[in-house]
């Protein structure tokens, strides 16, 4: 069975603080590996990723994949309280790159 | 992005009724979509692959007669929640796949079955 474990569960941080959120996964036939923002509704796509080692940015975010280590992480820096938004971490499978998704990191940024 | 709407956006309704969801790409064409669940401070489980022109494939546990899933054309996937329970209710989303690997996820729908 695929599996995708997002740590850590939760995190509280003050604005302006960098944090760095984990994904790692076992899964078979791996195609890629996608960050998305949930906040009150659906979640908004962030980053795809398929390579190992190439650096996806996108503003304050950032991501990287490690296909060797099958973990991937997601970093914000001098975060706002904007950002507040469960993480989820996604990976793609198959032909039909089905989506299997970890049960997410909720970040709430304080003032 | 992409852009995948979703109506309704709410429902409620009456145990035993059936409710149809709808899943549009706005503004590209999406041979495959996908129907998610996700409960209360969880995370989005996969109920079904939508094709386009054949039958969708459910994940294990789905109940293809309850969930009924019709991908008529490219931008439209539609769900029917059939003799709704209380316990269907749930935060239905679906996304479309953009290219090979990424889905676009519409609203979502907030089902309440009274």
């Known amino acids: 069975e695929d599996k995708v474990v997002q740590s850590p569960l939760s995190l509280v941080v003050h604005e302006g603080d960098t944090v760095t959120l984990n994904c790692s996964y076992e899964v078979t036939n791996f195609r890629s590996l996608l960050w998305y923002k949930q906040e009150k509704k659906a979640p908004t796509f962030l980053f795809m990723l398929t390579s190992s080692g190439i650096e996806k940015k996108s503003g304050r975010l950032s991501s990287i994949l490690d296909k060797k280590e099958l973990f991937s992480i997601l970093n914000i820096t001098a975060t706002q309280t904007g950002d507040s938004a469960v993480y989820l971490c996604?990976?793609?499978?198959?032909?039909?790159?089905?989506?299997?998704f970890g049960t997410g990191t909720r970040l709430q940024v304080t003032l | 992005g992409a852009v995948v709407s979703q109506h309704p956006s709410r429902v409620i309704c009456k145990s035993g009724t059936s409710v149809k969801i709808e899943c549009r790409s706005l503004d590209f064409q999406a041979t495959t979509m996908f129907w998610y669940r996700q409960f209360p401070k969880q995370s989005l489980m996969l109920m079904a692959t939508?094709?386009?022109?054949?039958?969708?494939?459910?994940e294990q546990g789905v109940e293809k007669d309850k969930f009924l899933i019709n991908h008529a054309s490219l931008t439209l996937s539609t769900l029917t929640v059939t003799s709704a329970h209380p316990e269907d209710s749930s935060f239905y989303i679906c996304?479309?796949?953009?290219?090979?690997?990424?889905?676009?996820f519409g609203p979502g729908t907030r089902l309440l079955v009274l």
């Open positions: 996604a990976v793609g499978t198959g032909t039909a790159s089905k989506l299997t």
């Open positions: 996304s479309a796949r953009w290219g090979k690997e990424t889905q676009y």
């Open positions: 939508s094709n386009e022109g054949s039958k969708a494939t459910y």
